[in-house]
């Protein structure tokens, strides 16, 4: 994906690709809880 495409992606996607590619990176361990909606928002603005 380039850049222009990532500035034009709703929030909610950034999020999730965010999120899903620290999964695949191993960021979150097995049975380790995934951030809290406020954590998010927290951590995201």
């Known amino acids: 994906m380039d850049s222009r495409t990532r500035e034009m992606e709703p929030a909610y996607a950034q999020l999730a690709r965010q999120l899903r590619?620290?999964?695949?990176?191993?960021?979150?361990?097995?049975?380790?809880?995934?951030?809290?909606?406020?954590?998010?928002?927290?951590?995201?603005?």
């Open 21 to 45: 590619d620290a999964v695949e990176a191993g960021r979150y361990n097995d049975g380790v809880r995934l951030p809290t909606e406020a954590e998010l928002a927290e951590q995201h603005g």
